[in-house]
């Protein structure tokens, strides 16, 4: 764990210059608005250890896969978000010496993520080579209002001299992403053109052929006067193009430049057309200026922090975790586009590739549709139904037939793109995800049409892969699923993981009673399903019912508990606590082979089961089950804590679900896994939410009512949370005196805290 960033309830302070935590505050001040965004790398050359990322939203590359021994079966390509054309560029140059962090002194440095606000701030005060000094403060954000906005806010202040600058401001596509598997550039040029106080290029990526125009202008000032430049250079080479711009400065005098950038892709424009839309979005921003650019956009994170932002007084740290957390989610997905969702590193890394997990439906959707409009949510699930083709396709590669739907691991537009097998053929679970957020949306809604536009297609689809997937044990007299990875992607092909058969069966279940809803209410619209899908009612639905009655489930009797897998009980059995301190974390330490065979979970598995269907169980199997196997596991995905914190919760277990909280809070801020230099974990940062809002608050929402059971951790004075839940705005605080509720908009509801009814007007 590491603590160099101050704690602050609304920002993200960093005070002096550290170059080896560089790459990790490049993830965690990163910064976008739904339809692009960016590492928070520096506008000015610089030549330490860095991770230079843009990202623009639906843009992707596929990669050819690259495994030393091909199975049948693997994708030809792993998706790849692309590092996109660099729009930040600002190069300076004082005489001779190029102004470089990593190669000159810095002093009185500050970084601060003003979360308010949106923006990212920076200022210190560089010693060059030859003595000269200089104060840089600068400022940039991704604009909310203008989605295809970015401005930055340059300003210098020569501190001991006066002397001649020049400073390169540009556009550069010829960019490289990290994780490439063979260090090939995935862009093309299709156009470029730069003129004195401008510069746009169009880059084209290859195979997939999108089109991002990148285009920018700047206007440079002093006391509020334009500057007089003695020189513009225009600089073009391949994907490249920009302004040398030569000036004087004088001692003590600050230069501010403006630097306005527009970000256009073809997903959104006509390609032929991307230019001339460029600089007409330019042509508006510079119109507007950037302390109006600002002042907008500040007027949406206002609005977005009205809606959904969680207080807790007392505990800085706790606030501060929280707040980052629900920032990075807004600033990733905004949820306007309905052909775009969450990726598990959002505009802050490459890692992973693809912008779809199970993660959207499983961590993401409860928060959202809490958070903002039914239709928000409602775009996740829409996205699936389109991607219903890929989905019978990817099961069809892998021998499954009659139209049985095998939803990806990982996904850029519904067809399998991830290549580690023992994930992506064995994590199986994951196509039961899509079902289990279409019963949390009609929980929360109450939109049961839905089922009859879009979810009955999906459900009986992954039915057929359920029913294809299992196969009869005549040992057991049960049916059986064998040869898969289970949510802990620290066992691989094991047969009987609970977890995998528990959530299958109730899929069947939930398409059964699916069918019958649709049948009763939507008659005319359930024979179309039938015959467009070829849905043999009778024959299927037969089977599927024998299957949920036969299912196998691994038990220990003794203990009470469910077994994770066939022969978990052969393991040594140990904590977390008899690890050594330089065993962790076990994915960076341990062989993989030492991994498997040991008892230690990654994240939650059998409890991930508990956690989605705790009304199945009575409390004390469910606190059986978290004793025995929450001790053993070591949290080193970032899935995991939250859904710890929320049964913790359940069972009362405080102090252990306010270390968790803080854990997943906390989890990119300090570093818990030494990862976080790759981009920030968006997706579980839901997590984070649920673990407040579910687990402190002990929200649930079921029979078409919002309940809660909150309790405060010692630590807190009070916190508080609003919820959107079918067309109305409730306000819960929690305090050491009891529980306020507030009805702030919406028709009266009757709600219930603690077990008591609550009627809110």
Known sequence: MKEFLKHHPWQIIEEGFDPHYHTISESVFSIGNGQMGQRANFEETYTGETLRGSYVAGVYYPDKTRVGWWKNGYPEYFAKVLNAPNWIGLDLRVGKHVLDLAACKVEDFRRVLDMQAGTLSRSFVATLADGKKLRVSAQRFCSMARGEVGAIRYAITPLNFSDQVTVSLFVDA??????????????????KEAAAGSA????????????VTTGMRYVITSGGQPVKIDRTDIVEREKFAGNAVVFNVEQEK???IYKYAAVLSSENHA?????????????????????ALLEEHQKVWKH??????ITIEGDIAAQQGIRFNIFQLMQTYTGKDER??????????????????????????????????PKVARNLLVYRYKHLPKAIENAHKLGFVQGAAFYPFVTMNGEECHNEWEITFEEIHRTSAMAYAMRDYIAYTGDKAYLAEYGLEVLIGIARFWAQRVNWSSDKNKYVILGVTGPNEYENNVNNNWYTNYLGAWTLRFTLDAIDYVKSAFAIRFGEIASHIHFKETEETTKWREIVEKMYYPEDSRRGI????DGFLDKELKRVSDLRPEDRPLNQKWSWDRILRSCFIKQADVLQGIFLFEDDFEIEAIRRNFDFYEPMTVHESSLSPCVHVILASKLGYKSMAYDLYLRTARLDLDDYNNDTEDGCHITSMAGTWMSVVKGFGGMRAKNDTLYFTPFIPDQWTSYSFRVE??????????????????LESGAPLEILVNDAAVSLK
Request: charged fraction near 30%; hydrophobic fraction near 35%; glycine fraction near 8%.
């Open 340 to 373: 775009l969702n969450i990726g598990p590193k959002g505009f802050t890394g490459e890692k992973y590739g693809g912008v779809t997990y199970w993660d959207t439906e499983a961590y993401c959707l409860p928060f959202f549709l809490s958070t903002a409009e």
């Open 254 to 256: 600050e230069v501010v």
């Open 304 to 309: 977005t922090w009205d809606v959904c932002d």
């Open 562 to 565: 469910f077994l994770q897998q």
């Open 174 to 191: 010829d960019v490289v992403n990290k994780d490439s598997n063979y260090d090939e550039k995935f862009w093309e040029e299709v156009y």
């Open 271 to 291: 390609k032929n057309a991307l230019v001339t839309a460029g600089k007409e979005v330019l042509d508006n921003a510079v119109r507007t200026g950037y302390d």
């Open 200 to 211: 746009i290029v169009t880059a084209q990526t290859k195979k997939t052929l999108f089109h």
């Open 725 to 742: 839940f079918r067309g109305r705005v409730i306000k819960v605080k929690v305090s050491k005196d009891g529980v306020e509720t507030k």
